[in-house]
């Protein structure tokens, strides 16, 4: 099991790059039509909620953990972990960060 799947166990959701059809969370980057980059983390790519899905600078690794929680707390229903599509592992959930927070998780869970 890689570190990406570890983290999609403890947080209950399926994190990938290759999903075909709506996932529950979309987090990548979108450019504007005179080519500025804006970061968006969705559940509606249609709809987009300016003030809650798009960032003008990339979003940091404990707002990206945030939404992906709130994304499974709120896609928990059917027991089916929430699909979370992620178009850059390195760019938004760097392996090394996401280490420490499965550490920091299973020290939690240990005391």
Same mark, same amino acid.
């Given at each position: 099991?890689?570190?990406?799947?570890?983290?999609?166990?403890?947080?209950?959701?399926?994190?990938?790059?290759?999903?075909?059809?709506?996932?529950?969370?979309?987090?990548?980057?979108?450019?504007?039509?005179?080519?500025?980059?804006?970061?968006?983390?969705?559940?509606?790519? #249609?709809? $987009?909620?300016?003030?809650?899905?798009?960032? =003008?600078? !990339?979003?940091?690794?404990?707002?990206?953990? +945030?939404?992906?929680?709130?994304?499974?707390?709120?896609?928990?229903?059917?027991?089916?972990?929430?699909?979370?599509?992620?178009?850059?592992?390195? #760019?938004? $959930?760097?392996?090394?960060?996401?280490?420490? =927070?499965? !550490?920091?998780?299973?020290?939690?869970?240990? +005391?």
């Amino acid at each position: 099991m890689n570190t990406y799947e570890k983290l999609g166990e403890a947080l209950n959701v399926k994190i990938t790059d290759d999903f075909h059809g709506r996932p529950d969370l979309e987090i990548g980057t979108w450019q504007t039509a005179d080519g500025y980059d804006l970061h968006v983390m969705t559940d509606d790519p #249609q709809h $987009l909620s300016w003030e809650y899905d798009v960032y =003008y600078y !990339e979003p940091d690794f404990n707002t990206v953990i +945030d939404r992906i929680k709130e994304t499974a707390d709120n896609n928990s229903y059917d027991g089916d972990p929430a699909v979370v599509w992620l178009a850059e592992f390195d #760019q938004y $959930l760097p392996e090394g960060e996401v280490l420490d =927070y499965l !550490e920091e998780l299973n020290d939690k869970n240990n +005391d």
